[in-house]
């Protein structure tokens, strides 16, 4: 799971000139090999998803094992040019061991023979240097060595961070979302703030944000707003000598609202991939929920959420406000309206939103903004049709007014359109709206793309339906 970040707040980071390294393995070259550049012509180069291995490993025993763990990077091709290809290279084999213990990288880089075939050689140490900056160590031997000089590093950063919550987990490959089962291992929820402990950590992170955040951008760490909450698990024999692992880690920053509070907003959100469907997401946004109340946040927002991370916080407040009180009788009553009419029979769209003072109860006693009350709020009186099935007719009209006022909007049939002119200033965003009177024509014009946009209705209808019934059946034993 993840969330992007792409705010204002969250540019790039200025940070001081330091000397990388960058580590490459001894090139294999063959030199009865005849270029395949110089017979076939252009170069047609290699993507970089093709030829490139990224393993995420714990122990130097792991580094070169078959069955090391190997991440799924979301884009690799971004990296290199801009086409997304690496030209120059024949037999190109490029193969990464990133350290889960301290999150150093060793680059292993092999290939046959080089040739610039029309489009140069590309820059290979540049490219990984990119991603993996002042974490890229040169040599394989140091890599190695870091296993054991710096198998603390998590511990240090422990150490000097506030616990904000320690819990058991069951830590089984499972989609539950119950976490109060089994106790094989403690988890610890830690807050790191301060802009050089905060900077010091996610300069380690970074690689792991661009590589399994899809569209992230790394946060500003020069920002004091900026804090990092990690989860990590502590073994019971770590007297023994092992170290703490981290699991995953979210970063969110806080910003001024009006006249007098604060609002926070969840930036990024990680659990690294050996880890994820094991319920450790959903205890860092548990714990930032309880961070929200207990420090009387005005409200928590999440910004650009995956879907899989949306998911798991609509579980997590649909749990919240089943059992919150000041909402169920304003609840109950509109289940029971939805039950009693029969919407296909209503001239005028009909909406079953909360009313305001529902939505403010919601943000102040549990910090949920108004955006996501609204999504649980469908969840909830899907709940309460019971059974479901009877009353489903009248639930899809419901979700479909909804979709139709926010897609299209209330005034989309009075008669607006939209053309493009160009002008001295920019062509590319020269359009005018204006209202046709001749409303008969305008219709008769844009039946083809009122059928389409009909169609993706649709689609966006079922699409809300199943999340809707997804996220019940996690919240809903009798419906498991």
């Known amino acids: 799971m993840g969330a992007k970040n792409q705010s204002s707040a969250s540019a790039s980071a200025t940070e001081p000139k330091k000397r990388?390294?960058?580590?490459?393995?001894?090139?294999?070259?063959?030199?009865?090999?005849?270029?395949l550049f110089n017979r076939l012509g252009a170069d047609p180069g290699v993507e970089a998803n093709a030829c490139i291995k990224i393993y995420l490993v714990s122990s130097k025993e792991e580094v070169d094992a078959p069955d090391s763990c190997c991440i799924q990077p979301v884009d690799l091709n971004h990296f290199f040019e801009e086409d997304g290809k690496i030209y120059g290279y024949q037999g190109l084999k490029i193969t990464v061991w990133l350290s889960s213990i301290s999150f150093h990288a060793y680059a292993d880089i092999a290939f046959e023979s080089t040739s610039d075939g029309g489009k140069g050689i590309t820059d290979l140490k540049s490219a990984i240097q990119s991603i993996f900056a002042e974490n890229l160590v040169e040599k394989k031997e140091d890599f190695l060595e870091t296993f054991s000089t710096e198998c603390d590093y998590v511990q240090s950063i422990v150490l000097k961070a506030e616990i904000l919550q320690q819990k058991a987990i069951n830590g089984h490959n499972s989609d539950s979302i119950d976490l109060s089962k089994t106790y094989c291992s403690d988890v610890e929820v830690v807050r790191v703030v301060g802009t050089m402990p905060v900077g010091h950590l996610y300069s380690r992170l970074i690689p792991l944000v661009l590589l399994l955040?899809?569209?992230s951008n790394p946060i500003d760490i020069t920002d004091p707003g900026w804090e990092i909450l990690i989860i990590v698990q502590k073994k019971n024999d770590q007297e023994e000598g092992n170290p703490p692992i981290l699991l995953g880690f979210a970063a969110m920053y806080r910003f001024y609202h009006y006249p007098d509070s604060l609002r926070l907003r969840l930036g990024q959100i990680l659990v690294l991939p050996p880890y994820q469907h094991k319920g450790y997401g959903r205890c860092l946004l548990e714990v930032l929920n309880n961070v929200a109340i207990s420090e009387?946040?005005?409200?928590?927002?999440?910004?650009e959420p995956l879907d899989s991370l949306q998911h798991v916080r609509t579980c997590i407040d649909v749990q919240r406000l089943l059992v919150f009180e000041p909402i169920q009788q304003t609840l109950d009553s509109t289940v029971l309206r939805l039950k009693e009419e029969n919407l296909s029979k209503k001239s005028q769209t009909c909406h079953f939103r909360p009313p305001p003072s529902a939505i403010e109860d919601v943000r102040k006693a549990l910090k949920i903004n108004k955006k996501q009350f609204l999504q649980c709020w469908e969840v909830l009186i899907y709940l309460g049709l019971d059974p479901v099935d009877k009353y489903m007719e009248n639930f899809r009209t419901v979700i479909s007014n909804r979709i139709?006022?926010?897609?299209?909007?209330?005034?989309?049939?009075?008669?607006?359109r939209l053309i493009e002119f160009p002008t001295d200033y920019d062509e590319a965003m020269a359009f005018a709206m204006f209202r046709s009177k001749n409303v008969e024509a305008s219709v008769i014009e844009s039946e083809e793309s009122q059928a389409e946009q009909e169609q993706q209705l649709k689609q966006l209808i079922d699409e809300r339906m199943k999340q809707i019934e997804s996220i019940a059946q996690k919240v809903s034993p009798q419906r498991s």
């Open 404 to 416: 139709r006022d926010d897609v299209i909007g209330k005034d989309s049939a009075a008669g607006k």
């Open 296 to 303: 009387n946040i005005y409200d928590l927002t999440v910004e």
């Open 20 to 35: 990388r390294r960058v580590g490459f393995s001894k090139i294999a070259l063959s030199l009865t090999t005849l270029s």
């Open 213 to 215: 955040v899809d569209g």
